[in-house]
């Protein structure tokens, strides 16, 4: 039997809709707006502050961000933290965000060190500047690469990670990516941590939808990190900082729109499989016990369709 999940996006549209336009405005709007207004607008500022400026406001946004999440994860309730974790213990999308937030800061900083060190008006400086959206993309395809290769090894944690005790086979990223999203910021707690934990180790086409998201999303990452550096490498200066910046959200978007059509689609797939093995219990079959016991490998955030 499918295990349900308490937790439904059809009833969460609005809060969907504003946590994507706190993820958008910044980095696109106000980003955007400053490093574009102050640069073309400004021209007797100093070059190095308006490189600064922009990247600084992002930062106050992502810092708000920061706080507010591991503010729901470390409060005496364990209402949002991984299953039996001890009260000041993060979950792995909290540890994954703290790794791009190095990376980039790091690219960011040393970018702004170098000042205009090769003599070309600040180009190359606004070329690295421009590269963020393309290295968060190439860590999270590169993170979820790996989640895959040790999945399909077999290979079983040594530690406890998030909700799952040691000696568990490694799941695919995007299990864990739906798993603490959902469960913080979508507000699901524990009990869609526990219900989602299930539904993956109950349910074959469960697993083989996980492990196919997983690939997909890494695949589509590494293409298009790969193009927008080409394409910051070599458009015109006047126009690499808001391709780098702005580009990759409307294909992750559509990316986004696919993935809910195909999460749609396996879902009423896994329903139909287990009603008919339901069906061939009932006549004294076992077919809907064969697929349950086949090893681990991946409904994202609804029930039903």
């Not at 009603?275 to 009932?282: C, E, I, K």
């Not at 681990?296 to 369709?305: A, F, K, Q």
């Amino acid at each position: 039997m499918v295990v349900e999940l308490p937790y439904s996006l059809h009833t969460r549209y609005r809060s969907i809709a504003t946590a994507w336009t706190v993820i958008i405005i910044p980095p696109i709007f106000l980003n955007l707006g400053l490093f574009y207004g102050l640069w073309y607008g400004r021209p007797q500022m100093d070059r190095i502050a308006v490189l600064t400026i922009p990247t600084a406001a992002l930062g106050v946004f992502t810092i708000i961000a920061i706080i507010e999440r591991i503010w729901k994860l470390i409060r005496s309730s364990p209402e949002f933290r991984p299953l039996k974790s001890p009260r000041y213990g993060l979950d792995i999308f909290q540890w994954g965000y703290f790794g791009a937030l190095i990376i980039i800061s790091s690219l960011i900083s040393s970018t702004l060190l170098r000042d205009d060190s090769d003599l070309d008006g600040h180009e190359f400086q606004i070329r690295l500047l421009s590269m963020p959206a393309p290295v968060l993309m190439y860590y999270l395809a590169t993170l979820t690469a790996l989640s895959l290769v040790l999945n399909l090894l077999s290979v079983k944690l040594p530690f406890r990670f998030g909700s799952m005790d040691a000696g568990a086979v490694v799941r695919p990223a995007i299990y864990y990516i739906v798993e603490d999203v959902v469960a913080v910021d979508g507000n699901g707690g524990v009990e869609y941590r526990e219900a989602f934990g299930a539904r993956y180790e109950s349910g074959v086409a469960f697993r083989r939808m996980i492990r196919t998201l997983s690939v997909v999303w890494c695949l589509a990452f590494y293409a298009l990190a790969a193009w927008f550096t080409v394409l910051v490498f070599t458009l015109p200066v006047v126009a690499v900082y808001a391709v780098g910046w702005a580009g990759p959200f409307p294909l992750a978007g559509l990316l986004a729109v696919w993935t809910i059509y195909y999460v749609q689609s396996a879902l009423r797939e896994e329903r139909k499989l287990d009603v008919d093995g339901t069906s061939g219990a009932s006549n004294g079959t076992d077919g809907g016990r064969n697929g349950r016991n086949e090893d681990e490998r991946t409904p994202l955030l609804s029930n039903g369709v």
